[in-house]
């Protein structure tokens, strides 16, 4: 049985910066490509970043780019998302999603096992 946990939300201020991390139990983690999608009130799920199985493929959303880092440690079957310099547009509920596939996806139907979510709040 796939399970996702997600940590390391919380409320910081704009310009703050967190770590959130998603620990995979269950499959292969080392051969599925990862994402973190977010949804804030009223608004579509939409992809943050991606990672493929290997690390060595990422994606990002405009919005997130340059200022988000995505990274996966497959010996600890664990998916990172660095998040700096934080805006309080980035608020949201943020979702650890897993692949059955290697490559990397953009759309959360190409993810099948999915976390319980964790909250972040940006204030100004």
């Known amino acids: 049985q796939v399970q996702l946990v997600e940590s390391g939300g919380g409320l910081v201020q704009a310009g703050d910066s967190l770590r959130l991390s998603c620990k995979a139990s269950?499959?292969?983690?080392?051969?599925?490509?990862m994402a973190w999608f977010r949804q804030a009130p009223g608004k579509e799920r939409d992809i943050v970043a991606a990672?493929?199985?290997?690390?060595?493929?990422?994606y990002y959303a405009d919005s997130v780019k340059g200022r988000f880092t995505i990274s996966r440690d497959n010996a600890k079957n664990t998916v990172y998302l660095q998040m700096n310099s934080l805006k309080p547009e980035d608020t949201a509920v943020y979702y650890c999603?897993?692949?059955?596939?290697?490559?990397?996806?953009?759309?959360?139907?190409?993810?099948?096992?999915w976390g319980q979510g964790t909250q972040v709040t940006v204030s100004s």
């Open positions: 999603a897993r692949s059955p596939y290697g490559r990397l996806g953009y759309k959360d139907d190409e993810y099948r096992y």
């Open positions: 269950g499959g292969t983690f080392s051969t599925n490509a």
């Open positions: 990672i493929s199985w290997s690390g060595g493929s990422t």
